[in-house]
């Protein structure tokens, strides 16, 4: 009995010591745990120069990746005393105040659609192209999140004027009666299958039909040197955007008959028509070059486009990211994929069928910026 007694007095004593210690034990505040930063820091920047990289490729780093610098007296100081030289905190500072434009710009166009809810085009859902196996797509981030932007497929026409600039191009004459000949080709074209579905499904896999035909009533059977001219229709694209510096997601693998490698995606000014087309590139070429088979088609090697500088960084093979190297001014724009190589050889046939690497070149998601 007085063991059972002594058992129960020590378990007590135990019991009420381990308590104690729970107590005493302080627990964390949730204020201590500090969110992730948004891109990259002064600290990033500080750790990838003491950790070695070059000046170059920390610049590189800072154009193409999202940013949260402190660019405030208290930060500056900090990198100049890591050691961080002038040309790095060049780049630090104007990524900061390009965020901070961006910022400012997007708190007006919402300002702007809150007192005009139906002012302006804008790329609503049900307008956006599926994105289908097999074929090249493109994403702009718009508002925090991803948004798909409409393929469009070149038309072909034919003209004899020689190509200078696509301004020169976009007035000439001979050139409005081809590209509306290739319009209406294609659209009876597609009025033959029935169904407006399948006159879209038609245009989209033999966009160059109406060209074709148009360029055999122009030069009657003579093998001569013509320019064939690539563009879209329509005077505006219905994808209107109000980020000056667009960020864009590509993605072209998996295309049949493709090697990935062999391309890269760049941003093209578009020239607008008074016959409401818009004109994408430009080349001179043989009359019957569409119509041949064989891979010897250099047409990228003298092809006229209107360049804009951007940004590209390569995910994976056939997947790249890409931005506008700076703020584009209002006007049409695409996204197109081009040859790394311009010594890239075609075959007009799959460029007229808008196969393999035709199916690549002739590919553009216009855009407007306002």
């Avoid at 002038?86 to 990524?95: G, R």
Wanted: with cysteine; aromatic share 6%; glycine share 8%.
């Amino acid at each position: 009995m007085v063991r059972k007694c002594l058992f129960a007095s020590v378990l007590s004593v135990v019991l009420a010591i381990m308590a104690a210690a729970q107590d005493a034990t302080p627990t964390p505040p949730p204020s201590t745990v500090q969110p992730a930063a948004q891109g990259l820091t002064n600290a990033d920047i500080i750790s990838m120069f003491k950790g070695g990289l070059d000046s170059p490729t920390i610049i590189s780093a800072i154009q193409s990746q999202d940013t949260d610098f402190d660019i405030s007296a208290k930060g500056l100081l900090q990198l100049k005393k890591s050691g961080i030289p002038p040309k790095i905190m060049d780049a630090v500072i104007n990524a900061a105040g390009k965020r901070k434009a961006a910022a400012e710009a997007a708190a007006k166009n919402q300002a702007e659609a809150a007192a005009k809810p139906n002012s302006g085009r804008v790329v609503p859902a049900v307008m956006s192209s599926p994105i289908l196996p097999g074929q090249p797509s493109v994403l702009m981030f718009e508002s925090g999140e991803k948004q798909p932007i409409p393929l469009s497929h070149t038309q072909i026409a034919q003209t004899k004027t020689k190509p200078s600039t696509l301004g020169g191009l976009s007035s000439d004459g001979s050139l409005a009666q081809a590209m509306a000949g290739a319009s209406q080709s294609v659209a009876a074209a597609g009025m033959m299958k029935g169904s407006s579905k399948v006159a879209n499904t038609a245009m989209m896999a033999n966009p160059m039909v109406g060209g074709a035909m148009m360029a055999g009533s122009l030069f009657a059977h003579r093998k001569q040197t013509i320019t064939d001219v690539w563009a879209v229709a329509g005077p505006k694209s219905d994808t209107v955007i109000h980020n000056v510096q667009p960020t864009f997601e590509v993605h072209y693998d998996n295309i049949p008959g493709i090697n990935a490698d062999e391309y890269e995606p760049v941003l093209l000014k578009l020239e607008s028509t008074p016959n409401n087309f818009r004109l994408v590139g430009a080349t001179l070429a043989k009359q019957d070059a569409l119509q041949t088979s064989t891979t010897d088609w250099g047409m990228y090697s003298s092809f006229i486009e209107e360049r804009v500088p951007g940004q590209t960084t390569k995910v994976a093979p056939g997947s790249y990211q890409l931005q506008a190297s700076s703020a584009l001014a209002p006007g049409e724009y695409g996204v197109a994929l081009r040859p790394i190589s311009k010594d890239k050889k075609f075959s007009g046939s799959s460029v007229s069928q808008n196969t393999g690497d035709g199916l690549v070149f002739n590919s553009v998601w216009s855009f407007e910026v306002q």
